[in-house]
C-alpha cells in the first residue's frame, strides 16, 4: 500500500487521542497529521519499526483504547503490519476474521 493511501486511511479514522509507543497523546487532528507526515517522511524506519507502529494503532481501534472502537479499521491495520512481516499482527487478525 502507498504511503499517501497508508496516511489517508490513518488521517480519517485518527478520532479524539492516540497514544504512540513512547507514550506521547496527540489529541488534535493537526498534531496527529504532523505525526504520521513524520512518520511517513523518514525514509531511513524500518519495516520492523513501521509494522509495530501499525500493529499497535491496530490493538488500539481493536480494543477502543484511547479512540473509538472499530474492528473494521483494526483489520486493515493488522493487515499492513502483516504486509511488513509482523506475525503477532497475523495471529490478531486471523482471530478478528474468523469472528
Do not use: P, W
Not at 4 to 28: D, K, M, Q
Not at 69 to 79: F, G, M, N, P
Amino acid at each position: 500500500m502507498q504511503k499517501a493511501a497508508i496516511t489517508t486511511l490513518i488521517l480519517t479514522a485518527l478520532t479524539a487521542c492516540v497514544t504512540n509507543e513512547t507514550g506521547i497523546t496527540y489529541r488534535s487532528a493537526s498534531e496527529q497529521n504532523i505525526k504520521i507526515q513524520t512518520l511517513n517522511s523518514q525514509s531511513t524506519k524500518s519495516n520492523s519499526q513501521q509494522a509495530q507502529e501499525f500493529f499497535e494503532l491496530a490493538l488500539q481501534y481493536e480494543q477502543g483504547n484511547g479512540v473509538a472502537k472499530d474492528e473494521i479499521l483494526a483489520i486493515q491495520l493488522y493487515k499492513n503490519a502483516t504486509s511488513l512481516g509482523h506475525l503477532e499482527a497475523q495471529e490478531h487478525l486471523n482471530r478478528l476474521v474468523k469472528e
